[in-house]
């Protein structure tokens, strides 16, 4: 069939329509630029134009949205995530103080300015999708850990609900605001959350779902929203109801149900089939044999990674994801 533009070839897959090729695109952190506008958007660019992604992820630090609330962490002079120096709630009485934000000031604001500099370098060429970390998974980085979360959560769930509905509020605000800058979706991250690792499912439905909903729904108009699981042993079949296009999470991970198998169970799309912990380390061979495995899903696959990759993955190993794509 004629060749598709990126965002012809994207929209055609998240329909489960016949493409030139399944789109590809892997995503990575560069620790060292993710500090101002103009670093992070010449960093995604640099990947982007290095290896001819299909879609761009905008992978920004991971401690920006606890930081809106007064979260502090070293920036980091390695390749590393920025390391906590002071979290902002201690107790039930911290959670229920919680308030909604501005989500066009602050780190918010200085976000959607690297979003409307990427957007406009990319001008139309490939569609862009903005990072948005869920409510839970925000609320609990304020509580300095995960275990701190759950023990106030469980002594005092009115406390917990309160501080993760104006967390929700304003994620929610920030995610429309994304959508009316240009995204053309969100990639809505859990974290570690909607893993069996972390948390049961009862909790997950108490202090997860009514919340994530609430930011989905803002921006359920758009056509790019992607629903990220993180971990093993995670609860993506739990949340297949969810008002997203596509589906991403590790299926190499274990305890993880494969590409296959949550394609059989609904008529979204999936992405992933290459092993994102692992491709750093593996033959072009490895690659090529993951990447072939994963096409045999037919359409509604995107081929990517089940989440982040390793900065020092080879670019022959990056280059061998987008040739078998693009030669199956």
């Not at 016949?18 to 010449?42: I, S």
């Amino acid at each position: 069939m004629a060749d598709m533009t990126r965002p012809e070839r994207v929209r055609a897959a998240l329909a489960g329509k016949p493409v030139d090729h399944a789109p590809v695109a892997l995503w990575r952190h560069d620790f060292l630029r993710e500090w101002t506008p103009e670093e992070l958007v010449a960093a995604t660019l640099e990947a982007y134009r290095a290896d001819g992604w299909d879609f761009i992820k905008f992978n920004p630090r991971a401690t920006y949205f606890a930081e809106a609330w007064g979260n502090t962490y070293e920036r980091p002079a390695e390749q590393r995530q920025p390391r906590l120096t002071a979290a902002t709630i201690h107790d039930a009485a911290g959670l229920a103080s919680l308030v909604p934000l501005d989500p066009r000031q602050g780190v918010f604001g200085e976000h959607l300015r690297a979003l409307r500099l990427l957007l406009a370098e990319v001008a139309g060429e490939a569609d862009v999708v903005q990072t948005i970390f869920s409510p839970l998974s925000v609320v609990a980085m304020l509580c300095g850990a995960d275990a701190t979360f759950r023990e106030i959560a469980e002594a005092d769930a009115d406390a917990a609900q309160a501080a993760l509905a104006a967390a929700a509020k304003t994620l929610a605000a920030y995610a429309r605001a994304c959508i009316d800058t240009g995204a053309a979706g969100i990639f809505f991250a859990p974290l570690l959350w909607a893993s069996r690792d972390t948390c049961d499912e009862h909790f997950y439905r108490s202090f997860g779902c009514p919340f994530d909903l609430v930011v989905l729904e803002a921006v359920q108009d758009a056509p790019f929203n992607i629903l990220h699981v993180c971990r093993n042993h995670n609860m993506v079949n739990v949340l297949l109801d969810y008002p997203v296009a596509a589906f991403n999470w590790a299926d190499r991970g274990e305890g993880n149900p494969s590409l296959h198998d949550v394609k059989a169970s609904t008529p979204k799309a999936v992405m992933g089939g290459i092993d994102q912990a692992h491709l750093h380390a593996m033959s072009t061979d490895e690659v090529r044999a993951q990447a072939l495995d994963a096409l045999a899903v037919g359409r509604g696959l995107f081929l990517t990674a089940g989440c982040a990759i390793r900065r020092d993955t080879p670019a022959a190993n990056r280059a061998a994801v987008v040739t078998a794509a693009r030669r199956a």
